[in-house]
Nanobody
Framework: QVQLVESGGGLVQAGDSLRLSCAASGRTLNSNAMGWFRQAPGKEREFVAG????????YYASSVKGRFTISRENAKNTMYLQMNSLNSEDTAVYYC???????????????????WGQGTQVTVSS
């Protein structure tokens, strides 16, 4: 099992930036991919961004592409989500997750992720 702890959420104004961090510990070798998901009140959890840990290849939801950047620092077992040009639709609880996935399609699917953090709240005021 992998333990994941998110940090960096907060209350910002539209147009501002935030950087989320996700620190991983435990059986991290059981994962080859990590992702960020978010869930707004009354909505389903949705994919935001994902990354294959060994090669660093990244994937984004269309709603955040060009504004958000996912990255990882393997030596520190830490993943980041740099969020720029935030707007009110980005308001949600953000979760990081880890998975062992077999192909690219799986990286978009929440059900493929076995380990999840507790979430960090991001609120964007307009």
């Amino acid at each position: 099992q992998v333990q994941l702890v998110e940090s960096g959420g907060g209350l910002v104004q539209a147009g501002d930036s935030l950087r989320l961090s996700c620190a991983a510990s435990g059986r991290t070798l059981n994962s080859n991919a990590m992702g960020w998901f978010r869930q707004a009140p009354g909505k389903e959890r949705e994919f935001v961004a994902g990354i294959f840990l060994s090669v660093g290849r990244t994937y984004y939801a269309s709603s955040v592409k060009g504004r958000f950047t996912i990255s990882r620092e393997n030596a520190k077992n830490t993943m980041y989500l740099q969020m720029n040009s935030l707007n009110s639709e980005d308001t949600a609880v953000y979760y990081c997750a880890a998975a062992m996935v077999a192909n690219v399609i799986h990286i978009y699917e929440a059900r493929r992720y076995a380990d999840w953090g507790q979430g960090t709240q991001v609120t964007v005021s307009s």
